[in-house]
């Protein structure tokens, strides 16, 4: 027998009118809260409803009447309402030690639901529905939860060199957060999961627990990086809430007549959330087993998820930042430089953004400058007058969009930082 997921609600309702008068001046009657709305929880043998339920009763004014919590199956609610129509909103897993919950006051349809500071995402539901309380009468109504999230189970990449200092995972883009009507705003998040070397040394593997994501926007890119060597691959379908994801992986070194890769190996499943289906896919460079979805390579002037195409080789591409910022330096020499800049690059390398962001070479700062025109007409931010840094056998350089070369250890009054990044393509 399968599971249901339901709110029930029973209401006997009637009507009483409240009239007051002064001298001159007569009041139009109010309902008073003479019914009864009784909620309650149920689940079936399978499908567990995430608690505490979270419960925010609208009237057709769109404010809020009351909030209420259940906070396992064995609770029953009562709401005193007067005669109406409500929408009734159920947010189930909506702990308030996890969650920016809105109160009765605060509480809209949209309201956002954040996360606490330090806090990750936990098994989330929403429902909604409406229901008529009329006089002297009894009233049923049904919410169903849905699932708003999808789990990553397992990740798990092999075959790493030992040597490895790093291994993370990268997810983008992703639903920024979602509302209390169940619906999801913002199209920029994304998550980044750091895997831990297994004793064998050369096996990493996800070893936090319940690693609840919001849906992706689309077909996401996964984002997989080996210290400073990232492989980005397009995945062939959306990654929708309600499904577990398991990721296996297999690090491929170049050999003299194939390229580095990383050979991955995907399934989605429902687990009671939804019907299970698979996929499998290659991730690395120049593969080109059958399993592989062919990859869109951009072109060197276009625009790739929102960065400037910089160069192309083969899949291999580098892309510039479409942001930049000014560099603020502590200090004298050449140490106080790096610091500064290696500060300012942390603001790059964050879950919504691919790759590994980084200062340009002395080959890339020459391209920038070459290309600079193109960049100004196809990006939302042109180059300006001043300096921008570039690295150059470990030594920092600076460069003018405006100027036909760059300059070793200086030679502008360099301030600004553009970073790039560079990604292959599966």
Same mark, same amino acid.
């Given at each position: 027998?399968?599971?249901?997921?339901?709110?029930?609600?029973?209401?006997?309702?009637?009507?009483?009118?409240?009239?007051?008068?002064?001298?001159?001046?007569?009041?139009?009657?109010?309902?008073?809260?003479?019914?009864?709305?009784?909620?309650?929880?149920?689940?079936?043998?399978?499908?567990?409803?995430?608690?505490?339920?979270?419960?925010?009763?609208?009237?057709?004014?769109?404010?809020?009447?009351?909030?209420?919590?259940?906070?396992?199956?064995?609770?029953?609610?009562?709401?005193?309402?007067?005669?109406?129509?409500?929408?009734?909103?159920?947010?189930?897993?909506?702990?308030?030690?996890? =969650?920016? $919950? *809105? #109160?009765?006051?605060?509480?809209?349809? !949209?309201?956002? +639901?954040?996360?606490? /500071?330090?806090?990750?995402?936990?098994?989330?539901?929403?429902?909604?529905?409406?229901?008529?309380?009329?006089?002297?009468?009894?009233?049923?109504?049904?919410?169903?939860?849905?699932?708003?999230?999808?789990?990553?189970?397992?990740?798990?990449?092999?075959?790493?060199?030992?040597?490895?200092?790093?291994?993370?995972?990268?997810?983008?883009?992703?639903?920024?957060?979602?509302?209390?009507?169940?619906?999801?705003?913002?199209?920029?998040?994304?998550?980044?999961?750091?895997?831990?070397?297994?004793?064998?040394?050369?096996?990493?593997?996800?070893?936090?627990?319940?690693? =609840?994501? $919001? *849906? #992706?926007?689309?077909?996401?890119?996964? !984002?997989?990086? +080996?210290?400073?060597? /990232?492989?980005?691959?397009?995945?062939?379908?959306?990654?929708?809430?309600?499904?577990?994801?398991?990721?296996?992986?297999?690090?491929?070194?170049?050999?003299?007549?194939?390229?580095?890769?990383?050979?991955?190996?995907?399934?989605?499943?429902?687990?009671?959330?939804?019907?299970?289906?698979?996929?499998?896919?290659?991730?690395?460079?120049?593969?080109?087993?059958?399993?592989?979805?062919?990859?869109?390579?951009?072109?060197?002037?276009?625009?790739?998820?929102?960065?400037?195409?910089?160069?192309?080789?083969?899949?291999?591409?580098?892309?510039?930042?479409?942001?930049?910022?000014?560099?603020?330096?502590?200090?004298?020499?050449?140490?106080?430089?790096?610091?500064?800049?290696?500060?300012?690059?942390?603001?790059?390398?964050?879950?919504?953004?691919?790759?590994?962001?980084?200062?340009?070479?002395?080959?890339?700062?020459?391209?920038?400058?070459?290309?600079?025109?193109?960049?100004?007409?196809?990006?939302?931010?042109?180059?300006?007058?001043?300096?921008?840094?570039?690295?150059?056998?470990?030594?920092?350089?600076?460069?003018?969009?405006?100027?036909?070369?760059?300059?070793?250890?200086?030679?502008?009054?360099?301030?600004?930082?553009?970073?790039?990044?560079?990604?292959?393509?599966?």
């Amino acid at each position: 027998m399968k599971k249901i997921k339901t709110i029930y609600s029973a209401a006997m309702c009637g009507l009483l009118t409240l009239s007051s008068c002064t001298q001159e001046v007569i009041n139009d009657p109010e309902p008073e809260p003479n019914s009864m709305l009784k909620v309650m929880t149920r689940s079936g043998e399978e499908t567990v409803v995430a608690y505490p339920v979270r419960l925010y009763v609208f009237g057709d004014d769109g404010k809020c009447k009351t909030m209420q919590i259940l906070e396992d199956a064995s609770n029953q609610l009562s709401v005193k309402l007067p005669e109406g129509t409500y929408s009734v909103y159920g947010l189930g897993g909506a702990d308030a030690t996890r =969650y920016v $919950l *809105p #109160s009765q006051e605060e509480a809209s349809a !949209t309201s956002v +639901i954040s996360l606490q /500071s330090g806090q990750q995402l936990g098994d989330l539901m929403a429902g909604q529905s409406t229901v008529s309380l009329s006089a002297n009468g009894t009233n049923n109504l049904t919410i169903g939860l849905n699932r708003k999230v999808m789990l990553i189970k397992s990740l798990v990449i092999k075959d790493i060199p030992a040597g490895t200092g790093a291994v993370s995972v990268k997810i983008a883009p992703l639903r920024e957060s979602i509302c209390l009507d169940g619906s999801y705003q913002g199209e920029k998040g994304g998550a980044t999961i750091s895997l831990t070397k297994q004793d064998d040394g050369t096996t990493w593997k996800m070893t936090s627990e319940n690693n =609840y994501l $919001l *849906p #992706s926007v689309n077909k996401p890119t996964i !984002t997989i990086t +080996i210290d400073n060597t /990232s492989f980005s691959y397009n995945c062939a379908t959306e990654m929708t809430a309600n499904h577990k994801i398991n990721i296996e992986g297999t690090y491929k070194p170049a050999t003299v007549t194939t390229p580095t890769e990383v050979t991955l190996t995907g399934t989605i499943t429902g687990a009671t959330w939804e019907e299970e289906k698979a996929i499998d896919f290659n991730f690395g460079e120049g593969t080109n087993e059958q399993e592989t979805p062919a990859a869109s390579v951009p072109k060197v002037g276009e625009l790739y998820q929102g960065c400037y195409v910089l160069a192309v080789d083969g899949n291999k591409v580098t892309l510039l930042s479409p942001t930049e910022s000014t560099v603020t330096i502590a200090g004298n020499g050449a140490e106080a430089v790096k610091a500064a800049i290696e500060a300012a690059l942390e603001a790059y390398n964050t879950p919504d953004r691919i790759g590994v962001w980084r200062l340009p070479d002395s080959a890339e700062a020459l391209l920038i400058v070459s290309q600079y025109i193109t960049i100004d007409e196809v990006t939302s931010l042109p180059f300006n007058n001043n300096g921008y840094f570039y690295i150059n056998n470990d030594n920092i350089g600076s460069f003018k969009n405006n100027k036909g070369n760059i300059a070793n250890g200086g030679g502008y009054s360099t301030t600004f930082l553009r970073p790039v990044t560079t990604i292959t393509i599966q």
